[in-house]
């Protein structure tokens, strides 16, 4: 499980300028994708190789005259599942009636909260914390969160609080991980049941709750899997009663959890915006994925062309992921998702030699060139293997930071098509020989600097 920090304080404190900083490094990777709608309320953050959940709650403000402070239902929803509460105040404006009934609230929530004071950049930080002290919340942590300032030890800090799980999730749940994911009632908990019917169910005795999921091992045709159930499994007469409660942070804990995520869509509904924001979630994952189209059943031949087409059409970032048919009620087609989960673990996790790399990078290259830079063609020369699950091609060459998004795509398909890597997606990083300023740094991929800066925070942790 990883652990849940929420944000929350007045109007253009800074939480969402907070929140995009603990995440952005993720955004990066799946930047410019037509048709992605993101969900910019809830991410994860990464601290030494440790990831946590960051949930922005939007504004708290007063309700009119008189009336108080309302503090909506989603806010107190996202507050309750939430491990670690981040109070934003303001230097600038200095502490306010509302960061005083705000404050008062968040103490009646029992929850452990640290009292951030942001945009303190001008400000010696002793003077910028001392007059919200009265706050009674403790010790603030003076911040700026535009300019990066103290956001790191704050996060460091949060999180020496919370009780390290070092649930090793590989040992504990043998197998392929599958996480099971979708809106409200597109089928999930029918699937599950449908898929876990005819299978050794190994051992389950774990009871869902609102934030975790239920992992459930079992074996199929000498394989082992475990099923992550984010809509937690009904005896079969009550699937389909009651409408699920559902958690962006429940479903997004279990993508994380998983080694492959199954997405489920509903054929009857169509792809609306929930779905289009857990597919952006899903692609910053960098999860193998197979997509599952349910309720196809009583569907006539025209409106399935249509939502074929309607599929491709808002969901075209997913396209590196297979797409099933199935009718998880009636059982037709769900036998065969499971070699589509095979297929995309594995070639998540496919060795791809260097020499290969090279060629199918050549053959791209001579057919359709980079575009140039102020007159200078853009040089790509060699490929390699960077990391695999999700599989990185680190491509080396000259102005590599001006390839364009398009022929980034290109790139993409071309690895996918030749190394039939269908289920997973692939992540590009490029290396420049010709930055003057880069050094030595070049030496190492941007994968390689991030190991090294985490064994390094590791090594500081321990003194
Ligand atoms: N000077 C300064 N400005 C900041 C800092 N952090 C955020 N801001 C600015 O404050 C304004 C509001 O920031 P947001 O992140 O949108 O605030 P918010 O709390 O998400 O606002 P709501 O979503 O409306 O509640 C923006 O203009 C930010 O650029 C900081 O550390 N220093
Ligand atoms: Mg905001």
């Known amino acids: 499980m990883l652990p849940v920090i929420a944000l929350v304080g007045r109007p253009n404190v800074g939480k969402s300028t907070l929140f995009n900083r603990l995440t952005r490094?993720?955004?990066?990777?799946?930047?410019?994708?037509?048709?992605?709608?993101?969900?910019?309320?809830?991410?994860?953050?990464?601290?030494?190789?440790?990831?946590?959940l960051v949930v922005d709650t939007g504004g708290i403000s007063g309700a009119g005259e008189g009336v108080g402070l309302l503090m909506e239902r989603q806010v107190l929803a996202a507050i309750e599942e939430a491990d670690h509460l981040l109070f934003l105040v303001d230097?600038?404006?200095?502490?306010?009636?509302?960061?005083?009934?705000?404050?008062?609230?968040?103490?009646?929530?029992?929850?452990?909260?640290?009292?951030?004071v942001n945009k303190s950049e001008n400000l010696d930080p002793d003077l910028a914390r001392a007059e919200f002290h009265a706050l009674g919340l403790g010790q603030p942590a003076a911040i700026a969160a535009v300019h990066g300032r103290g956001v790191v030890d704050l996060i460091d800090a949060v999180l020496q609080t919370l009780p390290r799980v070092e649930t090793d999730v590989e040992t504990q749940h043998p197998g392929t991980r599958i996480a099971v994911v979708g809106r409200p009632n597109v089928g999930k908990s029918t699937l599950v049941n449908r898929m876990l019917g005819e299978e050794r169910v190994v051992a389950f005795d774990q009871p869902g709750t609102t934030r975790d999921s239920v992992f459930i091992p079992f074996e199929r045709a000498g394989n082992n899997y475990t099923l992550i159930d984010t809509a937690g499994v009904r005896r079969r007469s009550r699937v389909h009663e009651a409408i699920e409660k559902f958690s962006v942070i429940k479903t997004l804990q279990a993508i994380e959890q998983s080694n492959v995520v199954l997405l489920v869509l509903d054929a009857q509904q169509g792809v609306g915006e929930q779905d289009a924001s857990l597919a952006g979630h899903i692609l910053e994952s960098g999860r193998a994925l197979v997509v599952a189209v349910n309720k196809w059943d009583g569907l006539d031949g025209y409106t399935r062309e249509r939502l074929k087409e309607e599929l491709g059409r808002k969901l075209p970032?997913?396209?590196?992921?297979?797409?099933r048919y199935i009718s998880a009620l009636h059982g037709s087609g769900v036998g065969n998702l499971f070699a589509e989960i095979d297929r995309a673990y594995a070639n998540a996790n496919r060795k791809l030699p260097t020499p290969e790399l090279t060629r199918v990078l050549e053959g791209a290259v001579q057919e359709h060139q980079p575009p140039k830079v102020h007159g200078r063609r853009i040089k790509l020369r060699y490929a390699h293997q960077g990391g695999r699950n999700p599989p990185i091609v680190v491509i080396h060459g000259n102005q590599t930071e001006a390839v364009p998004d398009s022929y980034r795509r290109y790139l993409v398909n071309r690895f996918r098509r030749v190394f039939d890597l269908q289920g997973t997606p692939i992540r590009l990083e490029f290396k420049s020989g010709d930055n003057p300023f880069a050094g030595r740094k070049n030496v190492l991929t941007e994968r390689q600097l991030r190991k090294r800066q985490r064994l390094k925070q590791f090594v500081n942790r321990k003194r």
């Open 317 to 323: 970032f997913l396209d590196f992921a297979s797409q």
């Open 25 to 52: 490094s993720r955004d990066a990777l799946v930047a410019d994708q037509p048709g992605l709608t993101r969900d910019r309320q809830y991410g994860v953050g990464r601290m030494g190789g440790s990831p946590y």
């Open 91 to 116: 230097a600038q404006s200095g502490a306010t009636g509302g960061d005083e009934q705000i404050a008062g609230q968040l103490r009646r929530t029992g929850k452990p909260v640290t009292l951030v």
